[in-house]
DNA sequence: CGGGATCCGTCTTGATACTG
DNA sequence: CAGTATCAAGACGGATCCCG
């Protein structure tokens, strides 16, 4: 990837150079990386998945962060069918390249806060 | 450390049983984790280190912020004079645990959102 | 019924002023 | 230097409505 990777694009300006701050722009807060981890890890695609998961994030919330979440590049909407028409949401190359992070979230939570991850 | 591993404890319960959940219970905000990229990586101990960063995090939610911490357990604060008393706040065992997925995300950043971490 | 959009009250953030 | 206080602005959360 030399030099021509394509860098994600935020609507709002990053607050600092750093990767780690610019991270965090894009999925600093409560539900978009669980967003990601439903899709990386348990394979969701549809609207009413993500909203049925165990967490109930609430509509405008989730149908928010879809959108932002394709905005930057992490997820695509594909169509699946016509009248009424239904999208599936799946992870961009970028996407995927959350999984590490999730993982890694993953391995500190399973140690340090008692947590399972849940049936898919 | 079969079994017997503190876990961490939040002031509120968590959402749900997912170790991913869970961390976003405790670092799920765009600051969180800043702090902890700031302890870790670039040794910062005082208040004012913190203050001062590139990223300038408002004084009331850096404050907020490292009373979280202490209490989730993450950071110790340590007195290192008296008259006027002052602190370090430095990394326990457990804070020390969240390097991964510090690294996880300055990985992300570096190749997909054009950052580079900024001096210490 | 699935996939959202809209309202609205509440809680959190962020900027800055202030205090010991 | 290390925080608190204040307060406007924004994010969250939930309920409800809407549309094919």
Redesign the interface.
Known sequence: ?PGH????TMDKT?????????????V????T??IL?DVLVFGCKKYGEFEHR??RIPTNILADRLKRLVQYGLLHKVPYQDGPKRYHYLPTP?GK??L???????????????????AG
């Open positions: 990837m990777m394509a860098w994600l990053y607050r600092s150079d750093c990767p780690i701050a610019r991270m965090l722009d894009l600093g807060d409560k539900w990386l669980l981890r165990v967490e970028q390249a959350m590490p992070v999730i993982s890694a979230m993953r391995d500190f939570g399973e140690t340090y806060l008692g947590g399972r991850v849940p």
